[in-house]
């Protein structure tokens, strides 16, 4: 074990060294170093004080110095500090199975106070309410052993994006203008396209999936995807699309649009889903749990997405709806269309659309371990320079627990003895 240990903290030593180099700066070096280990050390509080209490507790006042400006007003980039990270995991994640998916979320991180660049009343998924929060948007690589962050960006909504008091006050880049999430999504989908990255299916929950620009611009981008949509998604049923457009009678422009009639017309996709035989459902098992064998019904078949395509003069292209209905539920409970390939098996098509669950695995340890919401500075550039940092030190942790002997947690990593009576400030989350 102690072989281990040491081999362990020589991978990190030259994983910070990686991570400084593509930084450009040699002055970086420390305390990226020193932050990193404050958030991979064991304790409640991942705020810089208590960390450089931990780190060096015999010089507290100059290494919160010097990790408060490197991550809160230190020029460097996050870009190149995520790709060292993302190719660090990946390293290992490829040892057990290619990359499965590439999966679009979001992360809530509570917070109180209105001073915070990006807070707002919004919906929070940490806390399942609208309650005041900061949300970013992330991209995850993961196959069914791990996955890793490799995109992190805030949500700004549009009261932050068109107060330039405030943008000013958080040191928000003039470039930075109001985005959707999904907008933000994609742009962050064409800087990973932009590099050697395997491809792999876009999974994303319905708050992706019911945007039909969104579809669009994965498939527009030759992304396939496996994305949630709401019960009302408007779907044509198997076998049926749009009518032509009507004959010319020879007055008037010729009409091009498609049409729709009081009989002939699309179903939402509850009604699509309740209207299934029940030849049509079949239970399958996804993976396996902490109590157990994941397991439900589910059904697929080949339909056409509906949205305003009386507007359009070529249907939709055809597309897998897959539905799960749990035995003792009366309606069905969750939705997606797919883009991948018409001979996928159904339980294939499942195991796809279900790994998103990975990714909720991340945000809640980088959360609850590494410190991702404990970042008390109120900027733009610290609250992206503190998430990114997170990221680095799970990615890490991560690529570790994959080899044969994973460290739990990493054995090399000591706190220094704290001197008798010292107790650091490690304020609660601040606004």
């Not at 010089?59 to 490197?70: D, G, L």
């Not at 309410?129 to 690589?141: E, G, I, M, R, Y």
């Not at 939705?335 to 990714?359: E, G």
Request: charge should be positive; proline fraction near 7%.
């Amino acid at each position: 074990m102690a072989k281990h240990d040491a081999s362990a903290a020589s991978r990190f030593d030259e994983y910070v060294k990686r991570i400084a180099a593509a930084l450009n700066h040699a002055d970086r070096l420390e305390p990226l170093r020193a932050y990193l280990t404050g958030l991979l050390l064991p304790g409640d509080r991942k705020s810089v004080e208590p960390m450089a209490a931990k780190i060096d507790p015999r010089h507290v006042s100059s290494r919160h110095q010097s990790m408060h400006h490197f991550v809160a007003s230190a020029p460097w980039d996050t870009q190149a500090a995520l790709a060292i990270a993302r190719d660090h995991a990946l390293a290992q994640m490829e040892r057990h199975a290619p990359i499965a998916v590439w999966v679009i979320d979001d992360t809530g991180i509570p917070k109180k106070g209105t001073h915070s660049v990006g807070v707002a009343r919004q919906y929070c998924g940490a806390l399942g309410k609208t309650d005041n929060c900061q949300v970013v948007v992330t991209v995850s690589l993961a196959n069914t052993t791990m996955s890793v962050p490799c995109a992190y960006r805030l949500y700004l909504n549009e009261g932050w994006s068109r107060d330039q008091k405030r943008r000013q006050k958080a040191g928000v880049p003039k470039e930075i203008a109001f985005s959707t999430k999904w907008e933000i999504a994609l742009s962050a989908l064409d800087s990973l396209l932009a590099e050697d990255i395997p491809h792999a299916p876009v999974v994303a929950d319905a708050g992706y999936g019911v945007v039909t620009a969104f579809r669009e611009g994965l498939t527009k981008r030759r992304l396939s995807y496996a994305v949630g949509i709401s019960a009302e998604t408007g779907l044509w049923p198997p076998g049926m699309e749009p009518l032509a457009p009507k004959k010319w009678s020879g007055r008037g422009r010729p009409t091009k649009r498609l049409r729709r009639t009081a009989r002939h017309h699309p179903l939402s996709a509850i009604e699509l889903a309740l209207s299934l035989p029940k030849k049509s459902w079949r239970i399958v098992r996804w993976r396996e749990g902490t109590k157990g064998t994941m397991q439900s019904r589910f059904a697929a078949v080949i339909v056409r997405p509906a949205h305003d395509d009386d507007q359009l003069s070529e249907p939709r292209e055809p597309e897998w709806f897959l539905v799960e209905w749990p035995s003792g539920e009366n309606k069905p409970t969750k939705y997606w269309l797919s883009t991948v390939p018409a001979h996928i098996s159904l339980d294939d098509l499942v195991r796809l659309a279900k790994l998103r669950w990975r990714i909720e695995r991340d945000y809640e340890e980088m959360k609850s371990e590494l410190g991702l919401h404990h970042y008390e500075g109120r900027s733009w550039l610290g609250f992206h320079h503190h998430g990114v940092l997170c990221i680095a030190a799970y990615a890490f942790l991560a690529a570790e627990r994959a080899r044969l002997s994973p460290p739990e947690p990493l054995a090399f990593l000591n706190p220094a003895r704290v001197p008798q009576g010292f107790k650091p400030r490690g304020a609660p989350v601040a606004s």
